[in-house]
């Protein structure tokens, strides 16, 4: 065993987890790839769950924060004002919101997908005078206490060690077989139901650590009509499913929705700086000066890369490409199903936030450990790890993106021929 990981053994908190599924000690990044220390490749089709929709160390960025760091740029400077964050406001505006009709102030909470989410929850719950929320089963929101309060996992909220209160939890899309949107509202109607109006009803378009789940556009439409008949507001967490992970840079574009709140972080910053913005309609944002701060809120090295990153965004040719070669995703994962039968499986998500979901208890992580044996890495999803989750760099080239794909195969044939030796 690695010295290093002797190391990490011996002095990290039991707590950790991704170093127990990639028992190995990583040294170096680019693009598409990683290396450890032995100097093995392994194509990334994890992209720091979601984090690293580019790749690693992408050139243009990399250049871009560096000559900032030499000129001695501001790195920390809370909410007061710098060139990096009104540069970040401007672009912002010009290739994201403005071709896409949308008109938000833009908030920066801390620089976690959490800290985004319970400043959602407080804004809710400060314009609306209501305390409660709406959740979905399968939702995974964060790590802190209001997140974990609109969190489904029940291993993650137990972690909380208090109760989780002042939050509703009903079915998501495809949850039950029938409409789950008709038992929600007559809750809402009824008197007797023991759910007061909520503030505000939180929902991922498509459920990554939930396991991959996709809502109809026609349940998230349903979704948005509800909440305007009722006066409730709708906040769209798109911290993982969000910046093109799902095909376009906001992951409800193709909904035709338009939430009142949205959460982003993760990619945001485009290199894997730390960065996160709560999107409010601007007729909410009622905040007084300090209301909700963070001393890492004003992250400019996160907003020189974001900055960089919206590059990717000035036209449609990187959301067709994205569309090409997820299409040669679901294909793929749909001629897995078809062809191991074996497996039990059914193809989820869209765009590039697709995965497999098994009914063969610990199939999933079995496939995830071989494609790590033959250089491929890739995690598991789903309240049981049921999911096994491709998460490959949008930027990745087509050939790579097929020999990632190629390893998967050879990982679930290699299961499915010999079940018991694996």
Same mark, same amino acid.
């Given at each position: 065993?690695?010295?290093?990981?002797?190391?990490?053994?011996?002095? #990290?908190?039991?707590?950790?987890?991704?170093?127990?599924?990639?028992?190995?000690? +990583?040294?170096?990044?680019?693009?598409?790839?990683?290396?450890?220390?032995?100097?093995?490749?392994?194509?990334?089709?994890?992209?720091?769950?979601?984090?690293?929709?580019?790749?690693?160390?992408?050139?243009?960025?990399?250049?871009?924060?560096?000559?900032?760091?030499?000129?001695? !740029?501001?790195?920390?400077?809370?909410?007061?004002?710098?060139?990096?964050?009104?540069?970040?406001?401007?672009?912002?505006?010009?290739?994201?919101?403005?071709?896409?009709?949308? =008109?938000?102030?833009?908030? +920066?909470?801390?620089?976690?997908?959490?800290?985004?989410?319970?400043?959602?929850?407080?804004?809710?719950?400060?314009?609306?005078?209501?305390?409660?929320?709406?959740?979905?089963?399968?939702?995974? @929101?964060?790590?802190?206490?209001?997140?974990?309060?609109?969190?489904?996992?029940?291993?993650?909220?137990?972690?909380?060690?208090?109760?989780?209160? *002042?939050?509703?939890?009903?079915?998501?899309? *495809?949850?039950?077989? @029938?409409?789950?949107?008709?038992?929600?509202?007559? +809750?809402?109607?009824?008197?007797?139901?023991?759910?007061?109006?909520?503030?505000?009803?939180?929902?991922?378009?498509?459920?990554? /650590?939930?396991?991959? *789940?996709?809502?109809? +556009?026609?349940?998230?439409?349903?979704? #948005?009509?509800?909440?305007?008949?009722?006066?409730?507001?709708?906040?769209?967490?798109?911290?993982?499913?969000?910046?093109?992970?799902?095909?376009?840079?906001?992951?409800? /574009?193709?909904?035709?929705?338009?939430? =009142?709140?949205?959460?982003?972080?993760?990619?945001?910053?485009?290199?894997?700086?730390?960065?996160?913005?709560?999107?409010?309609?601007?007729?909410? %944002?009622?905040?007084?000066?300090?209301?909700?701060?963070?001393?890492?809120?004003?992250?400019?090295?996160?907003?020189?890369?974001?900055?960089?990153?919206?590059?990717?965004?000035? %036209?449609?040719?990187?959301?067709?490409?994205?569309?090409?070669?997820?299409?040669?995703?679901?294909?793929?994962?749909?001629?897995?199903?078809?062809?191991?039968?074996?497996?039990?499986?059914?193809?989820?998500?869209?765009?590039?936030?697709?995965?497999?979901?098994? /009914?063969?208890?610990?199939?999933?992580?079995?496939?995830?450990?071989?494609?790590?044996?033959?250089?491929?890495?890739? #995690?598991?999803?789903?309240?049981?790890?049921?999911?096994?989750?491709?998460?490959?760099?949008?930027?990745?080239?087509?050939?790579?993106?097929?020999? !990632?794909?190629?390893?998967? /195969?050879?990982?679930?044939? *290699?299961?499915?021929?010999?079940?018991?030796?694996?």
């Amino acid at each position: 065993m690695s010295k290093n990981i002797d190391i990490i053994n011996q002095y #990290e908190s039991v707590v950790r987890s991704y170093v127990r599924n990639f028992p190995t000690v +990583f040294t170096k990044a680019k693009k598409h790839k990683m290396w450890d220390e032995d100097g093995k490749e392994y194509l990334d089709f994890f992209s720091g769950a979601g984090a690293l929709n580019y790749g690693h160390n992408d050139d243009h960025m990399k250049q871009k924060l560096v000559d900032y760091i030499m000129n001695d !740029g501001i790195t920390h400077s809370l909410d007061m004002a710098s060139t990096a964050k009104a540069d970040f406001l401007q672009k912002f505006q010009d290739v994201i919101l403005k071709p896409r009709d949308l =008109d938000y102030k833009v908030m +920066f909470p801390g620089p976690t997908g959490t800290n985004t989410v319970e400043s959602a929850l407080k804004l809710a719950r400060k314009v609306t005078g209501r305390t409660d929320i709406i959740s979905f089963t399968g939702g995974f @929101h964060g790590m802190t206490i209001g997140s974990l309060s609109v969190t489904g996992n029940s291993m993650k909220r137990q972690g909380a060690g208090i109760p989780l209160q *002042n939050t509703v939890t009903m079915a998501y899309d *495809n949850y039950v077989d @029938h409409d789950t949107l008709v038992y929600l509202e007559r +809750f809402l109607e009824d008197n007797g139901s023991g759910v007061a109006i909520p503030a505000a009803m939180i929902v991922e378009t498509v459920q990554g /650590e939930g396991g991959i *789940n996709a809502a109809r +556009f026609e349940w998230l439409r349903k979704v #948005e009509e509800i909440c305007r008949r009722w006066g409730i507001l709708l906040i769209i967490d798109d911290v993982q499913a969000g910046i093109g992970r799902t095909g376009t840079f906001f992951s409800f /574009e193709a909904a035709g929705i338009q939430p =009142d709140i949205v959460c982003l972080s993760k990619s945001l910053s485009g290199y894997g700086l730390p960065l996160a913005v709560t999107l409010i309609k601007p007729e909410l %944002d009622i905040w007084k000066p300090g209301e909700h701060n963070g001393t890492f809120r004003g992250n400019n090295h996160a907003f020189i890369t974001a900055t960089a990153a919206l590059d990717f965004w000035k %036209d449609d040719s990187f959301e067709k490409e994205i569309h090409q070669k997820s299409e040669i995703m679901y294909s793929f994962l749909q001629k897995i199903v078809a062809d191991y039968p074996e497996i039990k499986g059914e193809v989820r998500g869209r765009g590039f936030m697709v995965g497999i979901a098994s /009914e063969v208890e610990g199939l999933a992580e079995k496939v995830t450990a071989k494609c790590f044996e033959y250089g491929l890495i890739m #995690e598991t999803a789903g309240p049981n790890d049921e999911v096994f989750k491709l998460f490959p760099a949008l930027n990745i080239p087509k050939e790579d993106l097929v020999k !990632g794909l190629e390893i998967i /195969e050879e990982s679930v044939k *290699n299961l499915v021929k010999d079940p018991v030796a694996n």
